[in-house]
Structures are given as structure tokens and as C-alpha cells.
């Protein structure tokens, strides 16, 4: 007996998009012509929401800004086998939907990532394609291994991904939540490469590269606080303690050259500073036990949901687009 087609979401946050949202609906619509067209209006002050469902799009609010209030609104109220997620503004290739959904079914995956590959100027600022690369690397160095774009807005999902998520982003570091949630518990993902393209003229970016890449940056740390204790506390006890090793150098040599500690207050902030490092890496390594435990906790959870997507023959391993029912 050959399996079901999966049921597919294509999912588009939307804030004041109403210039690029038709040609992008319609787009989805007809890479993925059996899929249910989700448009999640983000407080919009344009006909973003009009325009959408005039487009054939069904089209639900999330007052609340920032992409990741929308993602987490979108992820708890659409149920589906298959969640594609992509924004709204006509950047991403939409006619490589079908291809990467394929893949994350052939090959049972949990999250394809559409990384960007641009030949436009005007597609992709320099200040971002720093960031990108900047942040790929702290991400591999923190969690050990990387993702060549962590920041891509196009993403095949599971719903076993979907429904194990806990997404706690408010903004855009949402993408930087879910590679890191693919790496903490080593989901089956791949990256491909697909074409991204210059904005719709008319409509503007809502990504700010300082304050953004500082909201960024300081949930990455988190994330890494959170579920790497050792390291995070490890590393900033044992930068407490040389720096106290530091301060003690003068007084260690005074000591032996003439018996005597003449900067006895120095001497105490030294030894103070010392103890406080040694307790920052000793609440490292309790703390350690504790995340290895929720971290057990998060698969498992990962684990008790069906996959959905895996296929029962090659013939099924590609949806039919024609037959694919739509998502609740």
C-alpha cells in the first residue's frame, strides 16, 4: 500500500509587504500547486492583507512584531506533514519549493535550508554578507559544527521539526533558533543553494544589520548558556582567574624580593577574584548535568512525534503535486 501525500503548508510572514506579496503567492502557488498558501500579516499599515488573500492566500494576523512572534503563531496554529517557510517580499525562488520539498521527503529529512546565492548587488548588502559569514562561525564554534547560512529565511520543515520546536525568538535571530535547534539534537538537514534576488521596488528591508545583529548575537550566547554551561562558565572563570593572576604578578614579586605585601587590598581583590572564577567553573560543570538532561528531554520529545515524511516506496518519495491535500 503506497503512503498518503503529505499535507503542505507554504507559510509567509508578511509586514507591509503589499508591492511583492501577489507575484509571491502566486509563485508558491504555482511551484506548490496543492499546498495551503498561509500569509501571516505582521501588523501591517499597507494592503498587505487585502492583497494576499485577493491573490487566493489565506491570510491570518499576528499583532504582535517581529518574525519570530509570527513563526511561533504560524508553528502552534497550522497543523501539516510539510511547512515551507519563506517571506513574503519575493526574494527567495519560489519555483525551487517543489525541488527541496522532494528532497526533505526522499530523504526523510527534518529541515532543508535554501542557502542564498545572489548575483545582484542590490540583493544582499556587504554589511550582511559579513554578518552572515561571522556568525556561521561563532555558531560552528559554539555548538561544533556550522551551517554555511544560518540567516536563510527559506526552510523546508518537518512537522516532526515543527511540533519539537519551543521557539522562544521574538525577531529575526528565529533562523539562528532553528539551525541551532537542528544541530543541539542532530536532525537529519541539508543546504541548497537557490537564487536570491534584489527586493520588489517599493518595499524595504525591516532587518536593522547593528541593532538586529546585536539581538542576534546576544541570543546565540544564550542559547549557548543555556545549553552549554561548561563552556560559557568554564571559559569566563578561567578569564577571571588570569586576570586575577595578572594583578597577583606585582605582589608575587615584591613578596619574594623584600617579605612584605605592601598592596594588601590588590592582594585580596586577587585571591577574591580567584575564588570567584574557580565557583564560575565548578557552576559550569553543575549546571552541565541539568542541560545534558533537558537536552534528553528535547529528543525524546523529537522522537514521540511520527515521521511523516518518510516514504514507503521511491515512487512515493516525491510528492504529486496535483494530489498533495491541503493543511489544516
Known amino acids: 500500500m503506497s503512503q498518503s501525500p503529505p499535507r503542505i503548508a507554504v507559510i509567509l510572514p508578511c509586514h507591509n509587504e503589499a508591492p511583492a506579496i501577489r507575484d509571491t503567492v502566486l509563485a508558491f502557488r504555482q511551484a506548490l500547486p496543492s499546498a495551503t498558501l498561509f500569509v501571516y500579516d505582521n501588523a501591517s499599515t499597507d494592503k498587505t492583507a487585502e492583497v494576499a488573500r485577493e491573490a487566493g492566500a489565506t491570510v491570518r494576523s499576528e499583532t504582535r512584531r517581529g518574525k519570530g512572534n509570527v513563526i511561533r503563531r504560524a508553528f502552534a496554529d497550522v497543523e501539516a506533514d510539510i511547512y515551507v517557510v519563506a517571506d513574503g517580499d519575493g526574494t527567495y525562488d519560489a519555483s525551487a519549493a517543489s525541488r527541496l520539498v522532494g528532497l526533505l521527503i526522499e530523504e526523510s529529512l527534518d529541515m532543508v535550508i535554501g542557502t542564498r546565492i545572489h548575483s545582484e548587488r542590490e540583493a544582499y548588502r556587504v554589511g550582511h554578507v559579513a554578518g552572515n559569514w561571522l556568525f556561521n562561525q561563532v555558531v560552528a564554534r559554539l555548538f561544533d559544527k556550522g551551517q554555511s547560512d544560518i540567516f536563510s529565511g527559506y526552510r523546508i520543515l518537518s512537522r516532526r521539526f515543527v511540533k519539537s520546536f519551543p521557539c522562544m525568538s521574538e525577531g529575526f535571530e528565529i533562523e539562528a533558533e532553528m539551525s541551532i535547534h537542528a544541530l543541539q539534537i542532530r536532525m537529519p538537514v541539508r543546504e541548497v543553494p537557490t537564487h536570491y534576488s534584489k527586493r520588489v521596488e517599493g518595499t524595504a528591508s525591516k532587518l536593522n544589520t547593528w541593532r538586529d545583529g546585536f539581538r542576534i548575537l546576544s541570543h546565540i550566547l544564550r542559547l549557548q548558556r543555556l545549553h552549554r554551561p561548561r563552556q560559557f562558565f568554564g571559559a ?42 574557580s565557583l564560575l567553573a565548578f557552576l559550569g560543570l553543575i549546571l552541565e548535568s541539568t542541560s545534558q538532561l533537558a537536552l534528553e528531554t528535547k529528543r525524546l520529545s523529537y522522537l514521540s512525534i511520527p515521521s511523516s515524511s518518510t516514504p514507503t516506496s521511491r515512487e512515493t518519495s516525491v510528492p504529486q503535486q496535483c494530489a498533495v491535500p491541503r493543511a489544516g
Not at 604578578?249 to 585571591?271: C, D, E, S
Open 236 to 277: 569566563l572563570g578561567i578569564a577571571i582567574i588570569l586576570a586575577a593572576l595578572v594583578l597577583a604578578i606585582p605582589i608575587f614579586t615584591t613578596f619574594i624580593q623584600v617579605g612584605q605585601v605592601p598592596r594588601f587590598p590588590t592582594a585580596i581583590l586577587a585571591m577574591g577574584m580567584v575564588l570567584f572564577g
